[in-house]
């Protein structure tokens, strides 16, 4: 089937096969919920600062590192490399890296005003917002051990993952089946809604479109994984330096009827 849009290359894999993956991807995060959930239960009265490591840990090991393995199984299924699966080779490295930094510069202030403005909507409509897990923790100003193993996961490992399922192999493997559209904008959603997170909703939305974007402009994954990992470092400094945001976008507030 004709490829079509950008100058993204057609992705050589078993389309019957990803299926599995997608089902193994909610399998992981559901399972991590239930680790989580347990471990919880479980240290009730260890001191919160272990709860949380132990959090952490469970979250990258059945979250983050169960979907790497099937990322792996699923590329060695359809007998391809990583390099050959997401064009790592494709385009010079300084147009990758040029475009990754623009993309970020433009994305930030997008999805921070967004995330604001879900918020007030949120409260306008008797709800409470609230923050990722994660985004929680840094608040709570963690020990340096916790905070540089979320540093790792959020900056390093969830990147890298995230964009081989969602960009390299969902969004290619649909529109190739002839709905650009809809990869664009279910996966998009798909990615939304895997972070689980009512506030962040539009934000990511309009992330992974960027993130698309990206990819299609360079052929090579490793532009998407740079934004995100741009994208969750600039975040990660802000929350950790306890730098406050909101006042710069007080205005939108006369937005909110």
């Excluded at 403005?117 to 409470?128: A, K, P, T, V």
């Excluded at 990722?132 to 916790?146: F, K, M, S």
């Amino acid at each position: 089937m004709r490829y079509e849009g950008g100058v993204l290359s057609e992705r050589r894999w078993q389309p019957e096969t990803v299926p599995y993956l997608v089902v193994g991807m909610f399998f992981s995060l559901c399972l991590g919920y239930v680790v989580v959930a347990v471990i919880n239960s479980w240290f009730q009265e260890s001191t919160q600062n272990f709860q949380r490591l132990l959090t952490l840990a469970g979250n990258l090991v059945f979250v983050h590192g169960a979907l790497l393995a099937m990322l792996t199984v699923f590329l060695r299924v359809n007998r391809m490399t990583w390099s050959e699966a997401f064009g790592w080779r494709h385009g010079p490295a300084l147009r990758v890296v040029g475009l990754s930094c623009l993309t970020t510069l433009l994305v930030l202030p997008a999805t921070w005003m967004l995330s604001k403005f879900s918020g007030l909507w949120i409260e306008r409509l008797g709800g409470r917002p609230e923050s990722q897990l994660a985004v929680q923790y840094i608040q709570q100003q963690p020990p340096g051990l916790e905070l540089a193993s979320l540093a790792v996961m959020t900056i390093l490992v969830a990147p890298v993952v995230e964009e081989a399922l969602f960009r390299g192999i969902l969004y290619p493997t649909v529109k190739q089946a002839g709905y650009p559209r809809a990869a664009l904008f279910g996966t998009s959603l798909l990615f939304a809604l895997y972070h689980s997170n009512l506030m962040t909703m539009a934000p990511l939305f309009v992330l992974a479109l960027a993130l698309v974007a990206v990819y299609e402009a360079t052929d090579n994954l490793w532009a998407p994984i740079l934004v995100h990992a741009l994208f969750n470092a600039a975040n990660f400094l802000v929350l950790a330096c306890q730098w406050n945001l909101d006042p710069y976008f007080e205005w939108l507030r006369i937005l909110v009827p």
